[in-house]
């Protein structure tokens, strides 16, 4: 039977008390008990400064 963290991929939410916190980067292959995650505050402000210079560019 597999278990919740042998079934995580890249992208996968990363939920801590029924909130969104980040997602799934990389899960190591050898040992999928440990990978990478990335914080969704992090993935907000990217997304944010992307779109800002992309209106910057487009103006």
């Known amino acids: 039977m597999l278990s919740y963290i042998d ?8 939920i801590q008390n029924g909130r969104l ?3 799934v980067t990389h899960v190591l292959v050898d040992d999928p008990t440990r990978g990478y995650a990335i914080f969704a505050e992090t993935m907000l402000e990217t997304a944010q400064g992307v779109a800002e210079k992309k209106l910057k560019e487009a103006s």
């Open 7 to 14: 079934t995580l991929v890249s992208g996968s939410p990363v």
């Open 21 to 23: 916190v980040g997602a």
